[in-house]
């Protein structure tokens, strides 16, 4: 069957997902596929015996519904801005943001596709709110920011005996030929420079080393969202996934782009840092 991207409020989701229990019509803002709610049908339902897991255990739950989904990269690129439901194609991020979202959805009074998206768009966007892609957190780190002041997440860097971290981002408005939606548009540049020199101001960041990943180990849980700090002048990181525990080892279960899918990664968790990353962030969901 030929599937046909929402952009506009259509029938036959809605007719497709009658008496599902989780499925609904997109809002007319959602930009997605018939089977983009299938999918989150089928997860919920998945899902639906173990809302009462602790939080990082149902996240887990969660993204092992997308294990070996494809890889694909910059599927929310779209102009305007609106919120992208992409659930057949995953990169590392949208892999976590997906995971994390449907997770928040299924801790609802009424799980359903259209609260899951409500979630989503909280996570990704500031303030909730979607204007322009200005408005869309580039920055992980903005992200981790912003959805801590919102109280769903908690950066445990620190806790767990990281050292400090300082940030310059500068990366997209010195770059702006990368990103077609900045590319010509030097308003937007000048708000993502604010947006970088406001996210770099803050002294709230930390990170974990490689060589000290394995001292913390026992201190980290299923379901952490785990982020690898780049060297890359400008950029914060660069790879993200989730701890997913081997035994009594951390391992990495992400969208991996080397790998062209959501897997579970051959190596430890500190193994993949020290081939990938100056340390490590770690995240926890607060509820």
Same mark, same amino acid.
């Given at each position: 069957?030929?599937?046909?991207?929402?952009?506009?409020?259509?029938?036959?989701?809605?007719?497709?997902?009658?008496?599902?229990?989780? +499925?609904?019509?997109? #809002?007319?803002?959602?930009?997605?596929?018939?089977?983009?709610?299938?999918?989150?049908?089928?997860?919920?339902?998945?899902? #639906?015996?173990?809302?009462?897991?602790?939080?990082?255990?149902?996240?887990? @739950? #969660?993204?092992?519904?997308?294990?070996?989904?494809?890889?694909?990269?910059?599927?929310?690129? *779209?102009?305007?801005?609106?919120?992208?439901?992409?659930?057949? @194609?995953?990169?590392?991020?949208?892999?976590? @943001?997906?995971?994390?979202?449907? #997770?928040?959805?299924? *801790?609802?009074?009424?799980?359903?596709?259209?609260?899951? !998206?409500?979630?989503?768009?909280?996570?990704?966007?500031?303030?909730?709110?979607?204007?322009?892609?200005?408005?869309?957190?580039?920055?992980?780190?903005?992200?981790?920011?912003?959805?801590?002041?919102?109280?769903?997440?908690?950066?445990?860097?620190?806790?767990?005996? +990281?050292?400090?971290?300082?940030?310059?981002?500068?990366?997209? &408005?010195?770059?702006?030929?990368?990103?077609?939606?900045?590319?010509? /548009?030097?308003?937007?540049?000048?708000?993502?420079?604010?947006?970088?020199?406001?996210?770099?101001?803050?002294?709230?960041?930390?990170?974990?080393?490689?060589?000290?990943?394995?001292?913390?180990? +026992?201190?980290? /849980?299923?379901?952490?969202?785990? !982020?690898?700090?780049?060297?890359?002048?400008?950029?914060?990181?660069?790879?993200?996934?989730?701890?997913?525990?081997?035994?009594?080892?951390? +391992?990495?279960?992400?969208?991996?782009?080397?790998?062209?899918?959501?897997?579970?990664? &051959?190596?430890?968790?500190?193994?993949?840092?020290?081939?990938?990353?100056?340390?490590?962030?770690?995240?926890?969901?607060?509820?």
């Amino acid at each position: 069957m030929t599937m046909i991207r929402l952009r506009i409020l259509l029938l036959p989701v809605a007719l497709l997902l009658a008496g599902s229990g989780y +499925g609904q019509t997109p #809002a007319k803002h959602v930009d997605c596929t018939d089977e983009d709610v299938e999918i989150w049908n089928r997860c919920a339902a998945a899902l #639906a015996g173990r809302t009462a897991l602790p939080a990082g255990e149902l996240i887990l @739950e #969660a993204a092992r519904c997308f294990m070996d989904r494809p890889y694909v990269a910059s599927t929310l690129e *779209k102009e305007p801005e609106r919120l992208v439901v992409n659930l057949r @194609e995953l990169d590392c991020t949208t892999f976590v @943001e997906t995971a994390v979202a449907m #997770a928040l959805a299924m *801790k609802d009074t009424n799980p359903s596709f259209e609260s899951f !998206c409500r979630h989503l768009q909280t996570l990704r966007y500031r303030d909730s709110v979607i204007r322009d892609y200005t408005d869309r957190l580039h920055y992980f780190s903005d992200w981790i920011f912003e959805n801590s002041r919102r109280g769903l997440v908690s950066d445990v860097t620190r806790q767990l005996g +990281g050292e400090p971290l300082a940030l310059r981002l500068s990366f997209m &408005s010195s770059h702006p030929d990368l990103y077609r939606q900045l590319k010509s /548009r030097p308003e937007r540049i000048r708000t993502m420079q604010e947006k970088e020199a406001e996210i770099s101001s803050r002294d709230v960041y930390a990170l974990i080393p490689p060589a000290r990943i394995s001292d913390y180990a +026992g201190e980290m /849980r299923n379901g952490d969202i785990v !982020c690898f700090v780049t060297s890359v002048d400008g950029l914060d990181v660069s790879h993200l996934g989730f701890v997913c525990f081997q035994g009594d080892t951390p +391992g990495l279960l992400h969208a991996s782009s080397a790998g062209r899918k959501v897997m579970v990664d &051959s190596r430890s968790l500190q193994e993949y840092a020290y081939r990938s990353a100056r340390g490590i962030i770690v995240v926890r969901i607060a509820r």
